[in-house]
C-alpha cells in the first residue's frame, strides 16, 4: 500500500522525546530520506486536529468528562490519520510522531483507570482506520526523573499550566507501568532509556530505526537507478603529514575530469553548516571543495546528483566513523569514492576512522613522506609542538614527517 514508514515515540513527561524526535528528524533527512515529523493530539498541518489539541489542553476544561477526552482524542487522531500520515506514507515518508495511540491507552486506560483496554483498542482503531505504527520507541524514565527534568527545565515554565503535569507521581508511574506493558504486549515496540545522555540515547534510538528503514528509499533508487553500481568502488590514500595525499587524491580526480567524469569533493569542518570552498596543496594545484559538518557526513547523500560518479573526500580522518558507512553507502550504488587521510595519528595510533576505511576498501595506497631526520621514506608526523589539541592542523612549525626510527629516537628524546 504505501512505502514509507511510521515511527512513533512514546513516553511519560520528561523523557527527553520531542528533544529525541527532533535529532532522528535531522539524522533522517541528513540521510536523504522525505521526513514529515508531526504530534498528537493535533498533528503537523492539521488545523482541526490542532483545534481539538487546544480543547484538550485548556486547563479551564476541569469539567471535561473521561469519555469526552477520550472521544476527543480519537477524533483529533481520525482526522490526523486520514489527512496527513497516510497520504504522507502514500508518498514515500517517513513519518514520526510524538505520541499516538499507545498515550490513549497508557494515559487513559492504565493511569485514569478508565474503560476496558480492548474496548479502547477497538474504538482507538476504528479511528485510525487500523493504521499501525512500523515502530513505537518507549522512551523509558521514572517518573521521578522525568519531572525533575521539566521542573529543572526553566524553557518549560508554563507547562505547570498544562492539566497533565499537575498530577500526583503515582498517576505519572502508572502511565509508565502501562506504555512497559504495551511494550510487552504489542508488535514493533522498542523499549530505550532515557535516563542516559542526549547522545547516547539519540544512538540507542538510530539504532532500532536504523533497522526498519526502506532501503528502497526514493532517493537511493534514483542514485542507483540512474547509475551502474558495477563502477562503485572505495579508494584509500594515507600516510603521515607532507606526504603528499591531497595530490595524490587531486591528481585521480584531475584525471576524472579529463574523462568528463561527474566529480564531487568534499573535506569536513567544524561549522555545522556546509559551504564551497577550495583545497590547494603545497604545489598549488586546486579544487574547489565543499565543507560538511565532521560529525554529519550522511550529510553527502543530500548535496550529491544522480549523475555523480566519483565522490573525493580530503582529510577524512576528522570525520565521525559514521563515515565508514557512508562512503560503503556511496560504493555500493555505484560511486567511485577516492578518500584520503592521515593513518596515524601523532602518538602513531590509527587515525578515527581510517582503520575501518581501509579493511573496507577495494584499494589503499599508502604515500609516504621524506623524513626530515634521515632522508628515508617517512610514514609518521612526528609533533613539535607542545599543544594538548590532537586536532592541531598540520603545519610545518608544529609537525615533521620522520620514519619509523628516527620517531621512536624522537619520541624516547622527549
Ligand atoms: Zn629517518
Redesign the pocket.
Known amino acids: 500500500m504505501s512505502n514509507g514508514k511510521f515511527i512513533v515515540c512514546e513516553g511519560g513527561e520528561g523523557s527527553g522525546k520531542t528533544t529525541q524526535i527532533k535529532m532522528l528528524e535531522q539524522k533522517l533527512t541528513e540521510r536523504g530520506y522525505s521526513v514529515l515529523l508531526t504530534r498528537e493530539p493535533g498533528g503537523t498541518n492539521c488545523s482541526i486536529a490542532e483545534e481539538i489539541r487546544a480543547i484538550l489542553k485548556n486547563p479551564n476544561n476541569k469539567n471535561m468528562t473521561a469519555e469526552t477526552e477520550l472521544f476527543l482524542f480519537l477524533a483529533s487522531r481520525a482526522q490526523h490519520v486520514k489527512e496527513i500520515i497516510k497520504t504522507a506514507l502514500e508518498q514515500g515518508k517517513i513519518v514520526l510522531c510524538d505520541r499516538f495511540e499507545a498515550s490513549t491507552f497508557a494515559y487513559q486506560h492504565f493511569a485514569r483507570g478508565l474503560f476496558d483496554l480492548e474496548e479502547v483498542m477497538k474504538i482507538n482503531s476504528f479511528a485510525t482506520g487500523g493504521l499501525m505504527p512500523d515502530l513505537t520507541v518507549l522512551l523509558d524514565i521514572e517518573p521521578e526523573f522525568g519531572l525533575k527534568r521539566i521542573s529543572d527545565n526553566t524553557n518549560r515554565g508554563n507547562l505547570q499550566d498544562d492539566r497533565f503535569d499537575s498530577e500526583q507521581i503515582e498517576f505519572h508511574q502508572k502511565v509508565r507501568n502501562g506504555f512497559l506493558e504495551l511494550a510487552q504486549k504489542l508488535a514493533n515496540w522498542q523499549v530505550v532509556q532515557a535516563t542516559d545522555s542526549v547522545e547516547n540515547v539519540h544512538i540507542n534510538v538510530w539504532r532500532q530505526v536504523e533497522k526498519i528503514l526502506p532501503q528502497n528509499n526514493q532517493r537511493i533508487n534514483l542514485l542507483t537507478n540512474q547509475r551502474s553500481t558495477d563502477r562503485g568502488k572505495l579508494e584509500v590514500i594515507c600516510g603521515s603529514m607532507f606526504s603528499g595525499k591531497t595530490e595524490e587524491l587531486l591528481r585521480r580526480m584531475k584525471r576524472g575530469q579529463i574523462a568528463n567524469l561527474k566529480q564531487k569533493l568534499f573535506k569536513p569542518d567544524k561549522d555545522t553548516r556546509y559551504s564551497a570552498n577550495e583545497i590547494k596543496t603545497h604545489d598549488g594545484l586546486g579544487m574547489t571543495a565543499i565543507n560538511i559538518p565532521a560529525h554529519q557526513p550522511a550529510m553527502i547523500f543530500n548535496l550529491i546528483e544522480p549523475e555523480t560518479e566519483v565522490i573525493g573526500i580530503d582529510e577524512v580522518q576528522f570525520f565521525s566513523p559514521e563515515i565508514v558507512q557512508v562512503c560503503n553507502q556511496l560504493a555500493d550504488q555505484g560511486i567511485r569514492v577516492i578518500v584520503a587521510g592521515l593513518d596515524l595519528d601523532f602518538e602513531a595510533n590509527p587515525f578515527g576512522p581510517i582503520a575501518g576505511l581501509m579493511a573496507t576498501a577495494e584499494h589503499v595506497s599508502k604515500v609516504r613522506a621524506v ?6 621514506d ?1 610514514n609518521r608526523s612526528f609533533r613539535i609542538s607542545h599543544s594538548q589539541d590532537t586536532f592541531q592542523l598540520g603545519e610545518k612549525d608544529n609537525y615533521k614527517a ?2 619509523r ?3 621512536v629516537k624522537a619520541i624516547n628524546k622527549k
Request: charged share 15%.
Open positions: 623524513c626530515e631526520q634521515c632522508g628515508e617517512a620522520l620514519c626510527s628516527c620517531y
